[in-house]
């Protein structure tokens, strides 16, 4: 992309009704702005973000066999008045007339309209296990929208919603959940840690939410420090594996780690005290098994083979697809504006041609931009005719992985600069060794 053909309004002072780092950086840096209250539009450069954090979703949850599917944002009450959740879930749910005067609302989440899809589809043993999942617009009537799109009103989630014949089956469905969140977290360049948690009003005994640990977090949350240093890495696991996937669970969830909803102070102090740490987090996401709460009151239920009918076990699992866009800002910036990880990164690098109109710089920029995009890389090229300053601090602000100074004067020596923006170092090469450290 080119930028004096993009549309990248970056704002140059600091908005002042952002009161978090994330939240200010992505209205500086153009990638949103709000509509109304907790509600906003996602310009191109936000857009592109939301999507890669999208695309490693799906990604992850293919690998683990869960199938993608999309169910509308508009939903009956008729569905919430069975579980008995339209009255219980109180005025966070925007409810909604049409003009026939029936009652619908904006979903807050999707028990509901999926466990009536799988009752009207499906009703033996035989085609068990299933887990299907969408990643739609939710609406939460929040009493604070607040920090942009970490806690909005609209947003974005991923929901998946598992269905077994028996609890063992929807525990492995739960442990196969939190393998496939870990590696979706860390492909994204972040932490989460998964904390016991509440499981508030989607219900159910077992539960785990996925901190970030940020200072802005509105979680309060008590940890053994040694969970910190557990990674889930590249290693190689088999889904299907009951074994390998409670390992997995065990490995990551034997250390002390809740949230203060589930903190047990008794608990937290037989931790040696250097390892004691009270920090706060950002809820990323939460995985629930909640058995027969739903397909009972429901009636979704399956022959069991022999000759029973039986309620299925079900669990579902949430990822704030949208909040983790704030999120990975508040753990990878710096005062000049936002670092992405590289699996996350809007384009993959800038180029910033240091003199626009100069034949040589000129044609430089775009064998560079063309040899990338030849490689299948994404560059944003900075071909407008500004200063350099003002090139690097909107590069700085933007946060792309590379970038690539192109000038006369190094081209008269055969080199450009490569510069990565986590270290701020930056190197002089040949154009061909800049792409090549690129890709
Ligand atoms: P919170 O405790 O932050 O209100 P929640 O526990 O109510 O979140 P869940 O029902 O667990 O949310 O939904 C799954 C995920 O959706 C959450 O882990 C979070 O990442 C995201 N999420 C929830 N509410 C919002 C919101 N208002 N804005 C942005 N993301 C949200
Ligand atoms: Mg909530
Ligand atoms: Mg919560
Ligand atoms: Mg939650």
Redesign the pocket.
Known sequence: MRLSRYFLPVLKETPSEAQIVSHRLMLRAGMIKQASAGIYSWLPLGFKVLRNIERIVHGEQARAGHIPMLMPTLQSADLWRESGRYDAYGPEMLRIRDRQDRDMLYGP?NEEMITDIFRSHVGSYKDLPLTLYHIQWKF?D?MRPRFG?????E?L?KDGYNFDLTKADALHAYNRHLVSYLRTYERMGLQAIPMRADS?P?GGDDTH?FLVLAETG?SEVFYDAEITELKFGDREIDYDSVEQCQAVLEEFTSRYARTDETHDAEMFAKIPEDRQRVARGI????IFYFGTKYSEAMGATVSDGEGNKVPVHMGSH???V??LVGAIIEASHDDKGIIWPEGVTPFHCGIVNLKQGDAEADAACDALYSSLTALGLDPLYDDRNERAGGKFATMDLIGLPWRITVGPRGLKNGVVELTSRRTGESEEMPPEEAVQRIS
């Open positions: 989440t939460r929040e799109v970490m806690r909005g009103r947003f989630m508030g989607i939410e509105e809820e990323v996401g939460q949430g990822i704030g949208s909040r």
